[in-house]
């Protein structure tokens, strides 16, 4: 078993350089703030959904809980690099895990999007106007 060492939080290595949005040439300040801006983006938005969900929105619950999902990712995008996050993300170790949440992400849209859609279809329905 592996423990953490003062070598693994050096400089040196700890934020992915090659990245495919290596056109922006980003500082490692601007990469601290891109993080810190997007994770408390994120965390807002999901925190938001709970509201949503709490009046029965269950539409607007799914699409800002993905959105703070995506958002809270994109933040650590920003700290390691985007291109060594998705080569994380898909290793052999993490490869179902990361299969798993996008799955649920993307899962939790269509179920939201069909209830409401048949919900749609249901009221026009009673009211005639099939």
């Known amino acids: 078993m592996k423990l953490w060492s003062s070598a693994d939080f050096s400089d040196q290595g700890s934020m992915d350089e090659t990245s495919p949005f290596d056109c922006f040439k980003l500082t490692r300040t601007q990469r601290l703030y891109g993080f810190g801006i997007c994770f408390i983006?994120?965390?807002v938005i999901s925190f938001l959904s709970t509201f949503a969900l709490s009046t029965g929105n269950i539409t607007g619950f799914a699409v800002l809980y993905t959105i703070?999902?995506?958002v809270s990712l994109v933040s650590t995008g920003f700290l390691?690099?985007?291109g060594k996050q998705?080569?994380?993300m898909f290793a052999p170790v993490r490869r179902v895990a990361s299969g798993v949440f996008l799955a649920a992400m993307v899962?939790?849209?269509i179920v939201a999007f069909l209830r409401k859609l048949h919900s749609l279809w249901q009221n026009d329905h009673q009211k005639g106007v099939w």
């Open 41 to 43: 983006l994120g965390f």
């Open 68 to 70: 703070g999902n995506v």
């Open 80 to 82: 390691v690099g985007f």
């Open 86 to 88: 998705i080569k994380t």
């Open 107 to 109: 899962t939790t849209l």
